[in-house]
């Protein structure tokens, strides 16, 4: 039966520099990254580019995709927030496109690395924390003294805060990692059913149809949760910049 | 005849009924709207198979990042300070209620920090 797991492997496609004692290739992950701006590019460059006062098919889906961002942003970081809106718009469609693409068989999944994703929130992370300083100064430590509080536990509350606000980027990046892998084993363990049932002659084929139902709806499943985790990556990052823009309790 | 003229004398006040009626509504509607954006991100309708799956997948990782990251806290303060192993004890134990705090916060419980002047 076919690995599971094989289709996680890098493979080093060119070889690009060796700096120390490390060499830099040009993998395939890297490759899907391209692929993913690229195809981010030409949806959104492209489609727009006639500029049509009525919109033709191409360019009402980015129109789509332009208001969906922004009013995801509005909702939960208010009108300031459309400053990070460049930032929060390439998320989105980084990840979006990246899940989506992973779908189509033969390609990697980028997202399905926690590296990528970890990086992804690690920027969401220190942009918070960079503009949340550059913008309130020290009054940015709102953050971790909530209202109310009396002031003898005061220290370990904040303390508490603080250890919750550093687990950020784990849980909002291991979020986006974990299903988009634990989708993809699943489709490829019901689909190693399919070939090994389907070698055991007539009634391999008969048992085999049940684990490729199986796989034509969890693929189904697997588009929504592509969307669906692309969007509560980017909504997620949303309600951490509110946070840079409004640090009070 | 006189069931007409009763038609038209009801309108007026129904409709003033009505519309304080709809602005009651709205405002209600408004407030709940508001509770619902200080509640988090995700919460995806509470229902059966995958979201549940993931639902509980995300609940537990925000558990596990706060024990986490108060462990790798405490580790590195035991290192540096040799003051092992009471950076470790107390930070795992700190981090486990920021991980319980993550968790009712992903799950709407309790607001996020900033909830309360997301609109200003």
Redesign the interface.
């Known amino acids: 039966m076919a690995d599971p797991i094989h289709q996680f492997e890098i493979v080093n496609l060119v070889p690009l520099a060796k700096i120390g004692g490390t060499e830099f290739h040009f993998t395939n992950s890297a490759l899907f990254m391209v692929v993913a701006v690229a195809i981010t590019a030409l949806l959104t460059v492209g489609a727009t580019a006639g500029r049509q006062l009525v919109p033709g098919r191409m360019q009402a889906a980015s129109e789509i995709v332009y208001d969906f961002v922004g009013n995801m942003i509005r909702?939960?970081?208010?009108e300031?927030g459309m400053r990070f809106f460049p930032l929060v718009f390439s998320l989105f469609c980084f990840v979006l496109i990246a899940n989506v693409v992973g779908l189509v068989p033969f390609t990697f999944t980028v997202t399905s690395h926690i590296i990528v994703t970890a990086s992804l929130a690690l920027i969401v992370f220190f942009t918070v924390l960079i503009y949340g300083f550059y913008r309130h100064g020290f009054g940015f430590l709102r953050?971790?003294v909530?209202?109310g509080i009396p002031i003898y536990i005061l220290p370990f509350v904040a303390?508490?805060?603080v250890?919750?606000f550093?687990?950020?980027p784990?849980?909002h990046s291991?979020?986006l990692f974990?299903?988009m892998l634990?989708g993809h084993i699943t489709l490829k363990v019901f689909a190693g059913f399919v070939a090994g049932l389907g070698s055991l002659g007539i009634v391999g084929w008969l048992g085999g149809a049940l684990p490729l139902v199986m796989v034509i709806m969890l693929t189904a499943?697997e588009l929504l949760?592509a969307f669906?985790q692309a969007y509560?990556f980017t909504?997620?990052t949303c309600?951490y910049l509110?946070?840079a823009l409004?640090?009070?309790? | 005849m006189a069931q007409n003229a009763h038609d038209q004398d009801e309108p007026a006040t129904d409709e003033a009924a009505l519309s304080a009626r709809l602005r009651r509504l709205g405002d209600q509607l408004d407030n709940k709207r508001v509770d619902k954006r200080a509640d988090p991100a995700s919460a995806p309708q509470s229902g059966s198979g995958p979201s549940g799956f993931a639902r509980g997948f995300q609940l537990s990782s925000e558990l596990v990042a706060g024990v986490l990251v108060g462990a790798v806290i405490g580790w590195s303060l035991d290192y540096w300070l040799g003051i092992s192993p009471w950076g470790m004890i107390v930070f795992v134990l700190v981090g486990f209620v920021a991980g319980v705090l993550n968790v009712m916060r992903s799950a709407g419980v309790w607001p996020r920090p900033g909830a309360g002047n997301r609109r200003d």
């Open positions: 909702s939960s970081a208010g300031e953050l971790f909530p209202h303390l508490i805060e250890v919750s550093l687990s950020r784990i849980s291991v979020r974990a299903n634990a499943l949760v669906l509560v909504l997620l309600i509110n946070d409004h640090p009070g309790h």
